[in-house]
């Protein structure tokens, strides 16, 4: 559990999403049109802003220990909106 904890904070800290909070509390979208994309990286997967050739994130857990839906799905990259949404996911993908 803290390795996911640990995994999911880094991504965020790479992201600078902590100074984007608004003053509302309100998460930030970082644009209406960005999102960031997981998706299978080699024997792996990776987070990436949508876009971009190059990963903000890459986690440690084989794809052959993802549930095979799942990594279907990974397979075409899930789109996420927010930081909150990529910590959900990894957190039910047991990624670390």
Do not use: W
């Not at 080699?42 to 220990?65: R, W």
Request: include cysteine.
């Amino acid at each position: 559990m803290l390795k996911k904890f640990i995994s999911a904070a880094a991504a965020v800290a790479v992201l600078g999403c902590a100074a984007a909070y608004g003053a509302h509390g309100t998460e930030p979208s970082f644009a209406d049109e960005s999102c960031f994309i997981l998706r299978e990286y080699g024997d792996t997967m990776a987070l990436f802003e949508e876009g971009e050739d190059a990963p903000i994130a890459v986690y440690s857990t084989p794809i052959t220990q993802i549930n095979p839906a799942d990594a279907a799905l990974l397979a075409d990259g899930i789109r996420l909106k927010t930081m909150s949404e990529v910590a959900r996911l990894l957190e039910d993908l047991e990624v670390e």
